[in-house]
């Protein structure tokens, strides 16, 4: 019963940010550790940011300085922060839990060009 609904996604120019927002409705989202992934077209679903228990965070290589994971539990929300960003984060960006998957949720695309 747990829904995933992520945002804040558009068309932005190489070195510009975006910040998406997922909100998590229908869990215990405090308990959680959550992380987000992107897909591009053509290409597998990985992981780029994650939440490490309640203080630390993680991140792929590709996007280490660049991208901050955050959270608001009063809002049950997950936000990543991506500043600098390259066209080849073109990607559709989802969120979930990093130890037990939900359904994912219909994602939000990131276009950046160059």
């Known amino acids: 019963q747990v829904q995933l609904v992520e945002s804040g996604g558009g068309l932005v120019q190489s070195g510009g940010s975006l910040r998406l927002s997922c909100v998590v409705s229908g869990g215990i989202f405090t308990l959680y550790a959550m992380g987000w992934y992107r897909q591009p077209v053509g290409k597998q679903r990985e992981l780029v940011a994650r939440e490490i228990g309640r203080s630390s965070t993680n991140y792929a290589d590709s996007v280490k300085g660049r991208f901050t994971i955050s959270r608001d539990n009063a809002k049950n929300t997950v936000y990543l922060q991506m500043n600098s960003l390259k066209p080849e984060n073109t990607a559709v960006y989802y969120c979930?839990?990093?130890?037990?998957?939900?359904?994912w949720g219909q994602g939000t695309q990131v276009a950046v060009s160059s």
């Open positions: 979930n839990r990093v130890q037990s998957l939900l359904p």
